[in-house]
């Protein structure tokens, strides 16, 4: 008797411990900030944030461009692993980490997302 209770037991704990991690899984991601928020205290964390791509730059490794939202605005370089078109005023969602260059926040974008802005009439 004492089997089946401890095998009932030791399946009900893994089922539980499975949920767990699913429930993780799907609810743990960067910190949601604002480009104002963002500080030194980051640093070296994966953020999300959004606003507009205010002006680029391209370079022979990488692109360098500011993100403005309504609370502030920071440089974000883009390593080029592929070819990508950015304009001014493009509104993105990007997953960043905070880095510092030159005793500047910067963020280092690991993957950007246009956002589509639609107007209702």
Do not use: C, H, W
């Not at 205010?54 to 993100?67: A, D, F, H, M, V």
């Not at 510092?100 to 246009?114: A, K, P, T």
Request: glycine share 4%; net charge negative.
């Amino acid at each position: 008797m004492e089997e089946k209770t401890l095998f009932k037991t030791a399946i009900l704990s893994a089922l539980v411990g499975i949920l767990i991690i699913l429930f993780l899984a799907e609810n743990i991601g960067p910190t949601q900030l604002t480009i104002g928020n963002i500080t030194k205290d980051y640093l070296d964390q994966t953020i999300q944030t959004a606003g507009l791509i205010t002006s680029s730059k391209e370079t022979p490794g990488l692109y360098i461009i500011n993100l403005r939202d309504s609370t502030g605005e920071l440089p974000a370089i883009i390593f080029k692993d592929e070819n990508i078109t950015i304009t001014r005023y493009l509104p993105v969602k990007v997953i960043a980490k905070v880095i510092e260059y030159e005793n500047e926040l910067e963020l280092q974008i690991e993957q950007m997302e246009i956002i589509n802005i639609t107007k209702n009439d």
